[in-house]
Each structure stands twice: as structure tokens, then as C-alpha cells.
């Protein structure tokens, strides 16, 4: 194999598990401290779209739409993606999709509010699976400049907002959507079932459908939905991770792992020594025997860096793991 690039999404940070990479992954410590530095992104859904040589703007929702199941044609679309916005010590933060498990009915419910609500401004809703939501905007709409979902989610909400010369119109429509569903029946129901209420959408990912350039790596080793849309849009194969050795056939391969979220430090520690077994160990005995030439390895999330591996990084013995 020429090239390898690894994405390992949702290590902790030096607070917490950080501590026991060295003992739970010591070939991914090593592997971090022997590696030249790049520049890092804390975004995952930024560092895939980046892979695909998408720009900063993240112009995914066409794509993302197109997984699915509905043609984008050349329409300008953005994702609103279904979110909480809650109090979290003094500050406004957003609990994404994954923490909402949105059903059907409730998409569906919500989706028609929305649309009757904003249908005189020529937006359209669209709801093609329960936990992502799209718009599609009238021809001479400004899009917004906006973080990705997964940059949002936990984090203050008022260092996030839109940004540019639109800035105005998207936060009224923000604002106009939490007061929409904030008592909408739907929300009524979840919160007497002691579930958080979907009173928010998030929009980024705004664009229109364009052909992705041919990406970089033939194979690619992912679960992440944005990957598999992507890896749709560029025609390039793609399979679930399972371990390294199942890609040694692969020229150049791109693998998306992804730890659990949460604070449960034994399932942290778990997650870390299956991958330490099926991934980390491996590739740095690839590098050491040359059969992986050159690697990319990437932490997104709370602790977000870089590294670039060639076979002579990994006999830097005077660079030792600090973590």
C-alpha cells in the first residue's frame, strides 16, 4: 500500500482518557509522537469533505442528498438538520441528531410546520430520513457561512452563529424556527416522555451539485454517512472498517474510526484496544517493514492534530509518546 490516511474521531482531550492512550494504544501514542505535524481540523464531516477536495464551505448537502434518494438537480440546497438547543450553564449549546433519535411521524409533523410556515419565502422542506433534514433554497438565495453540525454540537451556540453578508436573514429564520416548534405538539409529547424536544434546526452544507475530482484513494473503509455519500459521488468503492488487513490490497486507502461518545472510560478503553489490535498495531508494522509508504493520521473532535508518517518517522526514538 502507497498511501494511508486514518481518521480516529472523539479521542478524548488531555483531560480525560487522553492519559491511557500510551497504555489502552501504544502503537497509536507512538504513532502521534514519531509523525511530522499538519495543520488539524476538529471537524470530522470537515476533514472528510477536505479528503474529497471539497473547500471550506463543506458543499455537501447535495451530495448527502443524493444518498438519500433525492435528485439534487441544480437546485441550491443546505442541510437543517433537526436539533435541541438547551441551557447548559449560562450558555445556549445544541445537542445534535444522534442524541434526538427523531421517528418518523415526528419528522414528518414538524417538516409540515415548517414548510406552512416559510412557504411564502420560496423555501422548501424535505425530510428523506428522520435525522436529516434538508432546504432547498429559490435561485438567488445567499447562503449562509455557518460551522459544520458536528463543529456545534456541545459548544457554545453564540461563537456559531451565521456568519456573512446573510448573517441577518438566517439568524431571523433561526430565531423564527425555535419559535415555531418550541410548543409544537410534537414537542409536547416528547418532553412528557422525558425526551429532549427537537425545538432548533442547523443549517450548513449549503451548494449545488457538482462533480467531485477524482479522489486520491481507491478504497475507502468507513461507516460515517457523509463518507459513504461522498465515496457515492466520486464512484469510489467503500466498505465498512474492519481491520487493516482487509485493505492491503488497496493502492491507497482512506479509513474513518470513530470512539464512543460518552464518558464511560471502560468502553472508551475497549473501543481503543480493538482498534489498537485491528488498525494502529498493524500499520505501524506496515511502516516499519515499508509496506505502507507514506501515512495521515488525524484526531478529530475535543483533542483535534495531525500527523504525517513516513517509514523512517517511526524510528525516531528520541520523539516519545507524550500522552
Not at 473501543?271 to 498495531?281: D, H, I, Q, S, T
Request: hydrophobic share 45%.
Amino acid at each position: 500500500m502507497k498511501r494511508l490516511h486514518v481518521i480516529l474521531d472523539g479521542l478524548p482531550g488531555q483531560g480525560g482518557l487522553a492519559g491511557g492512550v500510551r497504555r489502552h494504544a501504544p502503537s497509536l501514542a507512538l504513532l502521534l509522537a514519531r509523525g511530522r505535524t499538519l495543520p488539524a481540523q476538529s471537524s470530522l464531516s470537515a476533514s472528510i469533505a477536505g479528503a474529497f477536495g471539497l473547500g471550506r464551505d463543506l458543499p455537501v448537502a447535495p451530495h448527502t442528498l443524493a444518498g438519500d434518494g433525492i435528485t439534487p438537480d441544480d437546485a441550491l440546497w443546505l442541510r437543517a438538520d433537526p436539533v435541541s438547543l438547551q441551557f447548559y450553564q449560562d450558555q445556549l449549546v445544541l445537542l445534535g441528531p444522534d442524541r434526538l433519535h427523531v421517528q418518523r411521524d415526528e419528522a414528518d409533523a414538524l417538516m409540515s410546520a415548517l414548510q406552512g410556515y416559510f412557504d411564502d419565502e420560496g423555501l422548501a422542506f424535505h425530510a428523506p430520513r428522520p435525522q436529516r433534514w434538508y432546504l432547498r433554497l429559490h435561485a438567488d438565495e445567499t447562503l449562509p457561512h455557518v460551522d459544520p453540525l458536528d463543529a456545534v454540537v456541545g459548544r457554545p451556540l453564540e461563537h456559531h452563529l451565521p456568519r456573512g453578508p446573510a448573517a441577518a436573514v438566517w439568524r431571523r429564520r433561526m430565531n423564527e424556527i425555535q419559535m415555531l416548534l418550541h410548543d409544537h405538539p410534537v414537542n409536547r409529547v416528547r418532553e412528557a416522555a422525558g425526551k429532549w424536544p427537537i425545538n432548533s434546526v442547523w443549517f450548513w452544507g449549503g451548494g449545488r451539485h457538482a462533480p467531485l475530482p477524482p479522489p486520491a484513494f481507491s478504497l475507502l473503509a468507513a461507516q460515517h454517512p457523509l463518507a459513504h455519500a461522498l465515496a457515492q459521488a466520486a464512484r469510489m468503492n467503500c466498505a465498512d472498517p474492519d481491520r487493516l488487513e482487509s485493505l492491503d490490497d488497496a493502492e491507497a486507502a482512506m479509513v474513518i474510526l470513530e470512539l464512543p461518545a460518552g464518558d464511560d472510560a471502560d468502553v472508551l478503553a475497549a473501543a481503543l484496544r480493538r482498534m489498537e489490535e485491528r488498525w494502529f498495531g498493524p500499520a505501524l508494522r506496515r511502516l516499519r517493514r515499508c509496506a505502507v509508504g507514506r501515512m495521515r493520521l488525524e484526531c478529530t473532535g475535543t483533542w483535534s492534530l495531525s500527523r504525517e508518517l513516513t517509514p523512517l518517522s517511526v524510528y525516531r526514538l528520541w520523539q516519545r509518546p507524550g500522552i
